[in-house]
């Protein structure tokens, strides 16, 4: 994929470059994206987001004031992933959002090479580190309120371990004094899988571990926990609003239904979310005998090669992944993987050759291509002849417009937001094999990308792009598919062939 939203943020983040380095010593895999749900300020003043169905002019959506969504629960537990996914989904939605991890204020407060001092985690710390840390706590706060004062911010997430009932009392208290209403969302577990998962997953990928020898990282990780459990008081104060998850959210508490809509959205994603690791690959469907949008043709002998190939790939990929996983310490259990297709007959029959190998694959409808409406078919050269209007619309805006009795990828974001929840829901590894407008879109919100950044991505169907999650952010790799018989199709400046056609 050549996408022209890759970004250099390996050099604003250390901890990215620790990731690209042991993912570019893969075989086969080579880092070259990695999601901009971190970044500040996101979209320009007035732009609309990728699944923005309105906009207003203070800038909340949803009839909903400001909110403040306060995690709670141990190290470990889940809380900077479930930060960041709401994060990336409320952007989504076009709602003004921005997590503030402390640990971020703690490691900028600190000169390079250096840490807190080691009692800054203990409860019972030295009076200094006592003042250290409600230091960094002010200049936290103090950003949150600048977020929604002079940034127009609708949904602050305070991600901390915000352990006892009386801090989180105090908390309430001091936001309903500023108008904003807070939501607390504790995560806990008592599935020491799951937990020792996922200090492995963050020893990875926190910045805190940046350099770190893995088991080093995970011993120090464990003591940062244990440290904290006599201390930590799980969620029981009926005054409040919360949101419990249970062991990745197998069972979910809602306390309180003082909730409008926003806050019900938010409940509800939460209940499709879940945090146990798993990969998402993104590949194009074959080309098909006829080239057309409505005649729903079968694939070429090329498609057919391109599907072997495909299948092929992935298999040994994911057999060499899981040898360099177990040499490096980690678990031998296998996750399975599953395909999902639109159902048109090209990506069905892409998926074949992964279905005769034991996979299984789900055809779902939402996956469908973007529809050309009238320009099927048309050249760039006939379509400003016969619409130059609607040809300068699309220049102008190419993410909103529509072609007659065509769609927009604006209206391909919001068919595609069950497939988003199913996304999220899934617990396996996953193929999505669709065509390339799905895959725009669906990339996209993986990596946080705006509107600007879709009708202009390019998938190749010489690679297959992989998402590798992490508690801190979603990296992308591409894994290239040996040559074969198969010409690909050149891009035009708009993102679609040079022909617009179901391909």
């Known amino acids: 994929m050549n996408s022209t939203t890759t970004t250099t943020t390996s050099s604003r983040n250390p901890y990215f470059q620790l990731v690209e380095e042991r993912a570019m010593a893969k075989p086969i895999a080579t880092v070259f994206d990695a999601s901009k749900v971190h970044e500040k300020w996101p979209f320009i003043k007035g732009e609309m987001a990728p699944a923005q169905l309105y906009s207003t002019t203070s800038g909340r959506l949803f009839h909903s004031g400001k909110i403040a969504i306060i995690t709670v629960g141990l190290p470990a537990r889940g809380k900077t992933h479930l930060s960041v996914a709401l994060t990336r989904y409320l952007r989504w939605l076009g709602v003004i959002t921005h997590t503030f991890h402390l640990g971020d204020y703690r490691r900028a407060h600190c000169a390079p090479g250096q840490d807190v001092p080691e009692d800054y985690f203990f409860v019972n710390a030295s009076p200094s580190s006592v003042l250290l840390r409600q230091k ?8 949150i309120y600048e977020f929604f004062d002079q940034h127009g911010g609708q949904v602050a997430i305070y991600d901390a371990v915000n352990p006892t009932a009386a801090g989180r009392r105090l908390l309430a208290k001091e936001f309903l004094k500023n108008d904003i209403h807070p939501i607390f969302i504790e995560s806990t577990c008592d599935d020491m899988k ?13 910045p805190d571990y940046a350099g770190w020898k893995p088991e080093d990282a995970v011993q120090d990780y464990l003591r940062r926990i244990t440290v904290k459990i006599p201390h930590f008081e799980t969620m029981e104060e009926t005054e409040l609003d919360y949101i419990k998850m249970i062991n990745a959210g197998e069972r979910i508490i809602v306390n309180n239904c003082r909730f409008g809509y926003l806050p019900n959205r938010i409940v509800f994603y939460l209940m499709n979310l879940h945090i146990k690791s798993r990969r998402t690959y993104f590949a194009r469907s074959g080309i098909a005998d006829h080239d057309s949008y409505k005649a729903d043709a079968p694939l070429s002998e090329q ?15 994911r057999v060499e992944e899981l040898r360099a996983h177990v040499a490096a310490g980690g678990s031998k259990e296998d996750r399975p993987l599953v395909v999902w297709t639109s159902t048109r007959i090209r990506t069905v029959q892409t998926a074949d050759q992964l279905a005769a190998k034991g996979i299984k694959v789900r055809q779902r409808q939402q996956l469908s291509q973007l529809n050309p409406g009238a320009v099927e078919g048309l050249s760039e050269e006939e379509i400003r002849e016969r619409y130059p209007e609607e040809l300068e619309k699309h220049n102008h805006d190419p993410y909103h417009h529509r072609y007659p009795r065509s769609e927009s990828y604006h209206d391909l974001a919001v068919r595609l937001e069950p497939i ?23 990339y996209a919100y993986l990596m946080a990308c705006s509107t600007a950044d879709i009708p202009t991505m390019k998938f190749g169907r010489d690679e297959i792009v992989e998402i590798v999650p992490a508690s801190y952010n979603n990296v992308a790799r591409r894994i290239p598919i ?4 198969h010409q690909e199709v050149p891009n035009t400046p708009f993102g679609f062939p040079p022909v617009f056609t179901g391909i």
Do not use: M
């Open 136 to 143: 960094i706590l002010r200049q936290c706060r103090t950003d």
């Open 194 to 206: 799951i937990i020792e998962e996922n200090v492995r997953n963050v020893k990875i990928s926190s």
């Open 303 to 317: 498609g057919l090669d391109y599907a072997r190939r495909l299948a092929d790939t992935i298999t040994k990929f």
């Open 420 to 442: 988003i929840l199913e996304l999220e829901r899934e617990h396996n590894d996953l193929l999505i094999i669709a065509h390339e407008s799905v895959l725009r879109v669906l």
């Open 482 to 485: 040996p040559p074969g018989i």
